[in-house]
């Protein structure tokens, strides 16, 4: 095998130029079992800003306001830690599947693959026809029906990519605030409709023009799998041994009897070159620019079996498969990776069950000192924040001192309500009498009560002069 074909890509000309990809119409099996998972992952991607769980919609990820919802599950600035968590975990998920399966999450469930192959292609098959019509129609003059053609397919994309724009910022400002905007007209939210439009423009360069290019120059996830791949993965690869026999490949002629001859399965038709969206040719091996879609395998099942041939010519397989005939094994470092995701999940599970509904906060007041009364009565001054993180009011909040015998005064009302979903904050006092002190900086525990329900604790210090220690 020749080794000059990874000093180019398949989208680049040797002039440099860009080399367009026309794909053949895919078909087959894996084809279909990708509709199915496209269609489910496009309504999922569709449906999650406008579900609501408890009130919380179901994603939704508030950059400007530092709110994030992930699977119903509300997400604020404090919270931060969980979302770290959440990334970690997510990237060593895919780290693992890339491991075992190679490019899967690219060919199956990334969110351009699915768009441009199962939206934007389809699109383009509809209205241009296959492969040949399309290479006709690009080097046609511009006649009344290619102009036609052309205004029709281009304003169709601009549709599309003005609604998974607007889909997009459903899910940084929510579903509801975004229906809202929608309601009062696009010249009443002047400053929300231009960002709108950028995006709307993004996404249109990217699946009408840009295409592959993002996931061969622009997305790292494919330099990433050089690094994770080895002989073990398995990736969508394409079997040297049988397809090039003892003496390569052939052109396919009746009658003729290839074991004898000595030629492999392999009948040098291009059509696995022809229907591979990046232009590659999967003969030559792990290639960064394969996303493992898998319609180099339907379209090579094809032929074998208009040849008399057995199927997976091209199939699912790692290099020690083909090469040693070894089943895939769960090796060492797949079970490193393993470890690390279950312990993490078990991590993030344990701190979900351990997050409070309100987030308390109690801060002496920078730059104040103690105060002292009379019957020796120590008093400082501090802050509250009180964060409800529910969709519900919570009402009758009051604080009392857990740890030591005292008072806390309120510069407002007593007992006081947190808006769903909104942050109270004051000013109140803490009065101690010095003999119950230990030393000039105790360490206060506060509870935040709801009526007579214990909702949360905080703990706060308490500045007393030095001559009480």
């Known amino acids: ?94 780290a693992l599947f890339t491991v075992a399966y190679g490019r899967i999450f690219c060919g199956w469930m990334c969110p351009q693959t699915i768009f441009l192959e199962m939206v934007f292609r389809r699109i383009e098959f509809w209205i241009d026809g296959d492969r040949g019509a399309q290479m006709r129609l690009d080097k046609a003059p511009w006649t009344r029906k290619k102009i036609w053609k052309r205004l029709l397919k281009w304003s169709i ?17 929510g579903s509801d605030q975004l229906l809202a905007y929608i309601t009062d007209g696009p010249m009443a939210h ?18 009408a023009w840009f295409r592959e290019q993002v996931c061969i120059i622009a997305c790292p996830y494919g ?36 074991d004898i001859l000595g030629h492999g399965d392999c009948i040098d038709c291009f059509q696995c070159v022809n229907v591979c969206p990046t232009g590659i040719d999967i003969r030559n091996g792990t290639q960064l620019e394969c996303v493992n879609c898998t319609a180099c395998i339907d379209e ?43 312990v993490l999940t078990g991590i993030l599970i344990g701190m979900l069950f351990m997050r409070n509904e309100v987030e308390a906060n109690v801060l002496r007041l920078p730059g104040q000192l103690y105060e002292r009364k009379d019957n020796n009565i120590i008093s400082n001054v501090f802050t509250y924040k009180l964060l409800n993180k529910t969709t519900a009011d919570i009402e009758n909040v009051s604080f009392k001192l857990m740890s030591h015998p005292g008072e806390i005064k309120m510069v407002s009302l007593e007992k006081f309500t947190i808006p769903a979903e909104q942050l109270a904050e004051g000013t109140l006092f803490i009065e101690i009498n010095a003999s119950a002190l230990n030393g000039d900086k105790d360490k206060l525990k506060i509870g935040v009560y709801s009526g007579d329900k214990l909702i949360e604790t905080t703990i706060t210090q308490f500045l007393a002069p030095r001559s009480y220690n």
């Open 300 to 342: 090579c099942d094809h032929i074998m079996e208009s040849i008399d041939k057995p199927k997976g010519l091209i199939r699912y397989a790692s290099e020690d498969e083909i090469n040693h005939k070894t089943k895939f094994k769960f090796t060492a470092r797949m079970k490193g990776y393993t470890a690390v995701l279950v």
């Open 1 to 94: 095998m020749e080794e000059n074909f990874r000093d180019s890509i398949g989208t680049i000309t040797e002039e440099g130029k860009r080399n367009w990809i026309f794909p053949k119409k895919p078909s087959g099996r894996f084809y279909d079992y990708r509709k199915y998972v496209s269609y489910f992952l496009l309504l999922f991607l569709i449906a999650s800003p406008f579900i609501k769980i408890k009130g919380h919609q179901f994603l939704m990820f508030n950059v400007l306001e530092r709110r994030f919802n992930i699977f119903g599950f509300p997400f604020w600035p404090q919270d931060f830690h969980l979302v770290v968590i959440s990334m970690i975990i997510g990237v060593i998920f895919i």
């Open 223 to 258: 330099r990433l799998q050089g690094v994770l791949l080895d002989n073990k993965s398995i990736v969508v690869a394409y079997d040297h041994k049988r397809g090039e026999g003892e003496n390569g490949r052939k052109k396919f002629r009746k009658n003729e009897d290839r």
């Open 190 to 207: 002047v400053s929300t409709m231009v960002p709108l439009l950028i995006f709307t423009a993004v996404f249109y360069f990217i699946f």
């Open 157 to 173: 994309f601009f549709l599309i990519s003005f609604f998974i724009a607007n889909v997009f910022l459903a899910y940084l400002i």
